[in-house]
């Protein structure tokens, strides 16, 4: 069993920066897979990013260049940098970690980009 909690979420103004950090329970952290998504209002939940066990990376288009995802598996915390924030960006942010069949998932943290 693993138990993930988000945080860094808030309020920024477009072009501002946020870093967002989901910290897990349990051992063994190293061998999952981590995921970022978002949910905006009334949509469904999106990928935004991965990192695999080796340290590969992946990223939905509208990201790339402006978000990096990172873990530090003596931390067991994954992170997501997120910069030149942009409007449309506004979402709840969860992680999740894989392996197999196993898939765990956060309770999110808000992210709201806005003048």
């Known amino acids: 069993q693993v138990q993930l909690v988000e945080s860094g979420g808030g309020l920024v103004q477009p072009g501002g920066s946020l870093r967002l950090s989901c910290a897990a329970s349990g051992r063994r952290f190293g061998i999952y897979g981590l995921n970022w998504y978002r949910q905006a209002p009334g949509l469904q939940r999106d990928w935004v990013a991965s990192?695999?066990?080796?340290?590969?990376?992946a990223y939905v288009d509208s990201v790339k260049g402006r978000f990096t995802i990172s873990r530090d598996n003596a931390k067991n915390t994954v992170y997501l940098q997120m910069n030149s924030l942009k409007p449309e960006d506004t979402a709840v942010y969860y992680c999740?970690?894989?392996?197999?069949?196993?898939?765990?998932w956060g309770q999110g943290t808000q992210v709201t980009v806005s003048s």
């Open positions: 990192i695999t066990v080796g340290y590969d990376t």
């Open positions: 999740n970690a894989q392996n197999g069949g196993y898939l765990y």
